[in-house]
């Protein structure tokens, strides 16, 4: 019987699970998997303690997308020691902008005033998904109940975590482990080039860009996904 890995994926910012669930399935021969819950914290630094907390075993594979990418890597600076390999997919490691955190505030805001997010998931879908997914009704009815399942307090509190996070662009030389470093070429919401940025400072990393594909990769190209995915938790 092939041994299972101890894994750990973490979520992107108004998701949970479900981001996730073409590869729960697609890797369960290969690995034991967690989904962290960090929906109480409101800072990078509390994601990444939660999911130390919490995770089940003293070492695992850690894989995060988006702001879950931003978490795993907080998490892994926090205990280097325990983390085994690490996936970063449609990530950067550089800080916000004050226009970064202007427009959180002002996303914070509409969802706040209008309790919801409808408005939200119209404005951001063609910024989160490529243009040929747009009429995708399964994958608008997924963001949509991720969204509606995550709430406007907890997606407040996200955002405030995302703005505290730090710049990892120092410390990505010190990422020691196996790296995935994976990115939709169409990504508008953290572009190729901030993964090829952090491919390129991580010393063991390996860097994958997946065509016709946005920032929600892991949904958009699940079969491109899980295929790079096995390839990191065999190495």
């Given amino acids: 019987m092939t041994k299972t890995l101890p894994l750990v994926l973490c979520p992107g910012l108004l998701c949970d699970a479900a981001l996730w669930a073409p590869q729960i399935e697609a890797l369960r021969d290969l690995a034991e998997i967690y989904i962290p819950d960090v929906a109480q914290e409101d800072t ?34 926090q205990a280097p020691r325990r983390v085994t390999r690490l996936a970063l997919l449609d990530a950067r490691a550089r800080p916000e902008t004050a226009a970064d955190r202007a427009r959180r505030d002002q996303l914070i805001a509409l969802v706040q005033r209008e309790r919801g997010f409808a408005t939200l998931t119209r404005q951001l879908l063609p910024l989160m998904v ?56 169409d990504d508008q919401i953290t572009p190729l080039d901030c993964s090829e940025e952090m491919a390129a400072a991580i010393p063991d990393a390996t860097l994958v860009a997946i065509e016709d594909c946005g920032h929600l990769s892991t949904l958009e190209a699940p079969a491109a996904v899980n295929a790079a995915m096995r390839r990191w938790l065999a190495a």
């Avoid at 939660?50 to 978490?71: D, E, H, N, T």
């Avoid at 995550?150 to 703005?163: D, F, L, N, P, S």
Wanted: a positive charge.
């Fill in 44 to 77: 990078m630094s509390g994601m990444g303690a939660a999911v130390l907390s919490a995770a089940p075993w003293p070492q695992f594979a850690l894989a995060g997308l988006s702001m879950g990418g931003y978490v795993a890597l907080e998490a892994f600076m």
């Fill in 130 to 185: 490529h243009a040929s997914r747009l009429d995708d009704a399964g994958l608008r009815d997924t963001l949509v109940g991720m969204a509606e399942r995550t709430g406007v307090e907890v997606y407040a509190r996200q955002q405030r975590a995302i703005v505290s996070r730090r710049d990892f662009r120092p410390l990505l030389r010190h990422v020691d482990v196996p790296t995935l470093v994976l990115c939709g070429c």
